[in-house]
């Protein structure tokens, strides 16, 4: 067990190979890199392999219902890469951009943590490629060109200003953007209407990116985006404002994936960061399909719990891709069961297996999730400090007795060496399954059958309401000839309900689905339901007031 050091200190205290390096590792000519200095460098596309992609290994990491910090699925999904690699196979990790909501609000960066990192990680936490802010400008392009086709009465399409939901973005948790008014100022403002901001990771322009496959796709998604509709009722799509194009032009460098390396010199890559509470949550298809065109194993994540970013993974990312997991990997901790056992979040990491015996239903009932789609499970417990060897000993039998295989990481205290067990476990599932996932729902269901299909489903639910906004969006939706598309439920990642205090394994719930959100050029249709933040706020004492820069331009605080 190392001294404990920061994820900082760590990450700034490794010595890091050159990028030309690690693109050697995958087989990729220098030539083919667009190097961003000499840790970072975007891959090409035409580097994606059909005929290799069918004979590699995709990993899925998921969690259970988490604890606000995370469980670990971003730093057991590295740690695991460096396990395989460290017993033969050759692995890429492939994992989501961090959003500079949560490292500069609450939850910290997203590169990891420990001993199981990616870096070079001040870089992919900040600004990292800049792609973040190509997908804000070509997100408020249109929303500039739409509230300028509404100035411009001689050009106007007729857009009834009422009807407009497409939102400006900025990567900050600015809740004081989150409602406002634009247009003012007299003839010179504009019109004035209501409008807002969401956070970049939101954007369906981020959604876009993670599903798009090649430059044509990005921009038919992007053209397909609703926009609203004409006083007379007609809808309005993107591709009417020839906005299409220039938004395509700002993501010519977005639509490549990024490689650095983990802390142990194996590839990494980063591309897209949507959030899977409000968005699919999970990386792009061309990174993906990247990682298994170049290596043998892919390992990848998927958000929050497995009831939101497992069941988006699988529905709409392998369902628009084509692509399906061999083995998923489902995070559990000690402090998290104990919390849906009712413990209290400030004692977890007192010992208490009373409430660890009682929180495994959760566990119990993403188990039964990951089996619905046919795919075979591994469960790694994330060890903490914290864990008493009676709560890992209790939670190890649990698992058996679950007919789960399960294995011990150790990836945050001891990187790939803390791995390997996982590892081989993992390997062993791979090699006994060669099935793929089986869809939870048919696309081509009605829209409330397909809810409810997910809520009873996955999320246990005994039924679903759909207020009169929900129905008449429903009936909005069939009108506008998108009722085949797949679903993106928006729901609190801290409960299988929509009702966060709800922990465990609640059942018979009754969900509630305010409203739709239609997200038709990335091609899902977005349930809301509870009250789901679109546009974070900052926390009493942000995490930002820590970050500093020395004279030396050393970066301190990030966590
Ligand atoms: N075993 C562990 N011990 C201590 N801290 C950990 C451990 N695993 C993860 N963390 C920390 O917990 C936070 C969440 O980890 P992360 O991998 O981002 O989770 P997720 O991807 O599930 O949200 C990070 O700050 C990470 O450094
Ligand atoms: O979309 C959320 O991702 P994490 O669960 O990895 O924070
Ligand atoms: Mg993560």
């Known amino acids: 067990q190392h001294e404990v050091k920061s994820d900082l200190e760590i990450a700034q205290s490794a010595k890091l190979k050159h990028i030309n390096e690690i693109a050697q590792v995958l087989g990729v000519e ?9 840790y970072k460098a975007k891959l090409p596309l035409h580097l994606i392999d059909p005929e290799k992609i069918k004979k590699s290994k995709l990993i899925l990491v998921t969690a259970i219902t988490p604890t606000p910090p995370g469980e670990g699925k971003t730093t057991t999904s590295i740690g695991l890469t460096e396990g395989l690699n460290r017993i033969g196979k050759k692995t890429t990790v492939v994992l989501r951009e961090p959003s500079l909501g949560p490292v500069f609000g609450i939850k910290g960066g997203a590169a990891g943590g420990g001993y199981s990192q990616v870096v070079p990680m001040e870089d992919i936490n900040l600004h990292f490629t800049g792609d973040f802010s190509a997908i804000e ?55 004035p209407r209501e409008a807002g901001f969401n956070i970049t990771a939101a954007s369906e322009i981020m959604a876009i990116l993670c599903l798009a496959e090649s430059f044509q796709d990005l921009k038919t998604k992007l053209g397909n985006i609703y926009v609203g509709d004409t006083y007379d009722n007609k809808p309005i799509y993107c591709r009417d404002l020839k906005a299409q194009g220039a938004m395509a032009a700002l993501l010519k460098d977005a639509i490549k994936p990024n490689l650095v390396q983990t802390l142990e010199g194996n590839p990494a890559i980063i591309h897209g960061g949507p959030f899977a509470n409000i968005a699919q949550g999970t990386n792009s298809v061309l990174a993906t399909k990247l990682g298994l065109s170049l290596s043998d194993y892919v390992v990848t994540e998927a958000g929050f719990g497995a009831d939101l970013g497992a069941e988006k993974f699988l529905d709409i990312k392998c369902g628009y891709s084509g692509l399906s997991p061999s083995a998923v990997v489902i995070v559990a901790t000690v402090r998290a069961l104990k919390y849906h056992g009712g413990q209290c979040l400030k004692s977890l990491t007192t010992p208490n297996l009373g409430a660890l015996k009682a929180g495994c239903a959760n566990l119990e009932k993403h188990l039964e999730n990951i089996a619905q789609f046919g795919l075979p499970a591994v469960v790694s417990i994330n060890r903490f400090s914290s864990d008493s060897d009676e709560e890992l000993d209790f939670l190890k039998t649990r698992c058996k007795e679950l007919g789960a295989h399960v294995a011990l990481s150790e990836g945050w205290a001891l990187g790939g060496e803390g791995t390997t067990q996982l590892a081989r476990a993992v390997v062993e599932t791979v090699e006994n399954f060669n099935g793929r996932y089986t869809p939870i729902y048919d696309w081509n269901s009605d829209i409330k059958t397909k809810v409810e299909t997910v809520a009873k489903k996955i999320y246990g639910a005994g039924s679903v309401v759909f207020q009169a906004k929900a129905l008449a969006d429903i009936k909005h939706i069939e009108a506008l000839g998108l009722g085949h598309l797949p679903i993106c439920i928006a729901k609190t990642q801290k409960s299988f309900s929509d009702n966060e205090a709800l922990i465990g394994r609640p059942s018979g719930f009754e969900l509630t689905v305010r409203e739709f959100e239609i997200a038709a050029g990335a091609g899902f249709l977005v349930p809301i339901t509870g009250a789901i933040m679109r546009l974070p706020g900052l926390p009493a004492v942000p995490a930002a007031l820590h970050i500093d820069i020395d004279d030396n331009g050393v970066i301190s605080g990030l966590s």
Not at 161 to 181: F, G
């Open 30 to 38: 220098v030539d083919d890199l667009e190097h961003y200095g000499k």
């Open 137 to 191: 400008k070509a997100n408020n392009l249109l929303a500039a060109l739409i509230d300028n086709n509404i100035y411009f009465q001689k050009e106007s399409l007729g857009i009834d200003p009422r009807t407009v939901k497409w939102k400006r973005v900025m990567d900050m948790n600015d809740r004081s953007l989150r409602s406002i008014i634009t247009g003012l100022g007299g003839r010179p403002g504009g019109n």
